[in-house]
Structure formats: C-alpha cells, structure tokens
C-alpha cells in the first residue's frame, strides 16, 4: 500500500530577463575612415570625421595619433592646436577638424581617430584619416647676390 509524505513539497521557479546581446562586428560604435585633400597653397583643408553607434550617438572622436606632417585645428579660424589624446565634439555622428600643411609641403599624411559614444565607450579599432596636399606651381623667385661679380 501506498503512503504518500505527510509533507508537500514547494517549487519555485525564478526567471529573469537579460538584455538581448549586442552585435560585436568592431565594438557597439565605430569610426569610419576619413579622406580629404587640397592644394599645398590652401589656407587649410577640411577633414570630415564620421562614427556610427547602434544605440545612441557620437559624441566625440579622440585623436589618436596626428599627422606627420602639417597642424590639425579644431575650429575652422585655425586658433585651436590639437594633440594628440584631444577631443573634438560631435554632432550628428560628425565633426571637422582643420589640417594645415607646412610651406611648400606636398604629399600624402595620416592620422587616426576614435569615435566615443554617448556612454563613453571608445572604439577600439581607430580609423584613418588620409590627407593628400597637391603642389601648386609656385613663382619663381630671383635672389640678387649682395656682393657683385666685377
């Protein structure tokens, strides 16, 4: 014969949501590779930085690294120096920062940028700016010797 327990047994069952995992392609935010160009006798050239971020907005790109060559500026009135580790505010995903390039310089320079998001996370796989200066036909310029041949 059968004796069932003279006590009853209790379950409980506990559940819990958790926040559905984020996609890991280069982090939640990224910056996009930046290029832009001008000629060696420009009074600056603008370089456009962009990022994206899944959940939320750019809100400044940390320059990484600058330029080998030339100044980058952050306002377009060129009375801003930038350095490496700075900051320049975004808007829209977006900022410009101001790259002049050394007299008579001609070439190709690079720089690289982090965007960070509005939580303060940082990409951290920078992009790369690439900066081409054109040269420009400069006019000839004569030197008179201050000793003349006699």
Do not use: K
Not at 22 to 38: F, H, Y
Not at 49 to 71: K, Q
């Amino acid at each position: 014969m059968w004796n069932p327990p003279r006590s009853a047994a209790c379950s409980t069952r506990i559940s819990a949501s958790l926040p559905a995992p984020r996609p890991r392609s280069r982090g939640w935010w990224n910056a996009s590779a930046a290029g832009a160009s001008g000629l060696e006798a420009a009074a600056s050239i603008t370089v456009n930085l962009a990022g994206a971020d899944i959940d939320g907005t750019v809100e400044h790109f940390r320059l990484v690294t600058l330029p080998a060559h030339g100044t980058l500026y952050s306002d377009a009135t060129l009375t801003q120096v930038l350095a490496a580790g700075d900051q320049i505010s975004a808007s829209a995903n977006t900022a410009a920062a101001y790259f002049v390039p050394p007299t008579n310089w001609n070439g190709t320079t690079t720089f690289t940028f982090a965007a960070i998001d509005d939580a303060g996370g940082e990409d951290p796989n920078p992009a790369t700016a690439t900066i081409t200066v054109t040269p420009v036909n400069d006019p000839p310029v004569l030197t008179v010797d201050a000793d003349p041949i006699t």
